[in-house]
């Protein structure tokens, strides 16, 4: 079941916050964040595990809450460079098989 | 570090051919790499998860007599799509996954644009 990524598309101007949310039907095992510019390979942002276990970028935060099978990414005073397709990934069970399942993206605009 | 190649970045064949698509983690082994398909605008579909020395497992509604994928080494995995039509024309992304640890993050190729006319 793909998870579900809210908002669809988001426009900020530079400096600006935002919040991507991830949500899932399914119990979680952790959530991978992906940015993907146009015509270019998802780029890893962030890893988050049930348990608390966290690895990622120094300016990108995320929180995970395992009960409500969600997970947000937090945008802190944002970039030109911050604009694209954000990706969820999410796995399931209770081991880490590798196999993520991606929601369908929220696209970001970042405007001078 | 962690930097996977794939080759080649584009193709346009006619329908009815075979094309390869290489995936290659350059600095680190990868013991799982992943195939995903992208239509425009869409998401990452997974379309088959291989491990080296053993078989693909496929994702259920992919073909895997169309999609052919090998994972030979830990370096390199290859996916075939065999007597290609139109509607195969695509995105298609391999990522990879090293050694076995508790994050399992995968890291990208740049992807390979498939055009069938």
């Known amino acids: 079941q793909q998870p579900v990524q809210s908002p669809q598309a988001v426009i900020l101007r530079e400096g600006e916050d935002a919040v991507i949310n991830c949500s899932s039907s399914?119990?979680?095992?952790?959530v991978h964040w992906y940015r993907q510019k146009h015509g270019e390979a998802p780029v890893f942002l962030m890893i988050l595990l049930k348990g608390g276990e966290q690895k990622g970028h120094e300016k990108i935060s995320a929180s995970f809450n395992e009960k409500k099978q969600q997970s947000s990414l937090y945008l802190t005073a944002s970039q030109l460079s911050y604009s694209g397709t954000y990706f969820c990934?999410?796995?399931?069970?209770?081991?880490?098989?590798?196999?993520?399942?991606f929601g369908q993206g929220t696209t970001l605009q970042v405007k001078p | 570090g962690a930097v996977v190649s794939q080759h080649p970045s584009w193709v346009i064949c006619k329908s009815g051919t075979s094309v390869k698509i290489e995936c290659r983690s350059l600095?680190?082994?990868?013991?799982?790499m992943f195939w995903y398909r992208q239509f425009p605008k869409q998401s990452l579909m997974l379309m088959a998860t291989?491990?080296?020395?053993?078989?693909?497992?496929?994702e259920q509604g992919v073909e895997k007599d169309k999609f052919l994928i090998n994972h030979a080494s830990l370096t390199l995995s290859t996916l075939t799509v065999t007597s290609a039509h139109p509607e195969d024309s695509s995105f298609y992304i391999c990522?990879?996954?090293?050694?076995?640890?508790?994050?399992?993050?995968?890291?990208f190729g740049p992807g390979t644009r498939l055009t069938v006319l």
């Open positions: 399914k119990a979680l095992y952790s």
């Open positions: 990522s990879a996954a090293g050694t076995p640890s508790s994050y399992n993050e995968q890291f």
């Open positions: 990934g999410t796995e399931h069970g209770s081991s880490n098989t590798g196999k993520l399942i």
């Open positions: 291989s491990n080296e020395g053993s078989k693909a497992t496929y």
């Open positions: 600095d680190f082994q990868a013991t799982t």
